[in-house]
Structure formats: C-alpha cells, structure tokens
C-alpha cells in the first residue's frame, strides 16, 4: 500500500461516538506522521500516529505474513478510511473506496501512541495498480480482528481513477 488513505465526513461522523471525549476529527487524506483515529476496542476510539518508529524512520505498513515474528509486541486496531489510493505506472492517482460500505475498516498494529496499517497481496481490483494493500475488515468481524482472529471474509472494493495535472514548470 502507498503512503495515503483518505477520512471524509461521514467517516469522522461515524466515530464520533467512539471517542470518551469530544474530539474534532480532521477530514481529508492521512498521510505519515500524522494523527489519525484508530479503535482499539469494539467501542474506543483513540488519536494515534501513522507510523511505528524505528531507527531511520517509520513502519507505516507491516505485512499480514510476518505480523506473528516481527511485530510481537504490538496490539491490534482498527483504522477507519473512506478510501486508499496508490499512483500507477503513469503516476496517476488510482483510488479505492468500498464497493458496499462508505467506511473501510483497515486491520492495523499500534505500540503506544502509534499504529501501522496491515497490508496483505493485492486482490483482482488493486493488483494491476500494486502489488500490495490493507488489510480490509468487515464491519461485523472489527472484534474478530481485535481480538486476534485471521480466518476473515474479503471485502470487495471497487477503484477510481483520479487523473490530476500536474504542472512541473
């Protein structure tokens, strides 16, 4: 998966009451670094960083295959997205959204005030794109997930592809 995913308003809405106290979600794309809102139980939201840090930089994504040997002592969240997105060979944006559902639910990993999102080999939607993407969960398998399952349903996205001008001069 790229370095980006997307919150928009409905998706800020949907957590609202997730969080113990009022907090103003931001919308729009969610990039390294930043804080973002992850659910570390089936009804707590909590503001962490995107990125484990490590010497050198940032873990932002951590592959399902290794999760049990490289990343034993992290827990397990949720982080809510509206969409992903990924450049293609052009350097176009490609964006992935839900095919039924406005939230996507991405398995992530957090170790004390900062998370990773989970990727697992592309399905047929994003693999002409990238090789790579989150790990999607279903809305009804988000406490399945958190408490430790790996035996989950596919959930179908669908994609768009965004083309953007880019002037270089």
């Known amino acids: 998966m790229c370095s980006r995913y997307g919150i928009d308003q409905y998706t800020a809405n949907w957590l609202r009451p997730y969080f113990r106290h009022e907090e103003e979600q931001a919308v729009g794309?969610?990039?390294?670094?930043n804080p973002a809102p992850v659910l570390i139980s089936g009804s707590l939201a909590v503001t962490l960083t995107w990125g484990l840090p490590r010497k050198g930089g940032l873990i932002i994504n951590a592959r399902s295959e290794t999760?049990?040997?490289?990343?034993?002592?992290?827990?397990?969240?949720?982080?809510?997205?509206?969409?992903?997105?990924?450049?293609?060979?052009?350097?176009?944006?490609?964006?992935?959204?839900?095919a039924r559902e406005k939230t996507l639910f991405l398995a992530g990993i957090r170790r004390n005030d900062a998370f990773a999102i989970v990727t697992e080999p592309a399905d047929d939607v994003v693999r002409p794109v990238h090789d790579r993407m989150p790990?999607?969960?279903?809305?009804?398998?988000?406490?399945?997930?958190?408490?430790?399952?790996?035996?989950?349903?596919?959930?179908?996205?669908?994609?768009?592809?965004d083309i953007e001008e880019i002037s270089l001069w």
Do not use: N
């Open 29 to 33: 794309d969610v990039r390294p670094g």
């Open 67 to 98: 999760l049990a040997e490289k990343f034993t002592a992290c827990r397990r969240c949720i982080v809510p997205a509206r969409y992903f997105y990924e450049w293609d060979a052009h350097k176009q944006r490609v964006t992935f959204h839900g």
């Open 135 to 161: 790990m999607r969960i279903a809305g009804t398998e988000i406490q399945k997930w958190l408490d430790g399952g790996m035996d989950l349903s596919p959930v179908p996205l669908v994609k768009e592809q």
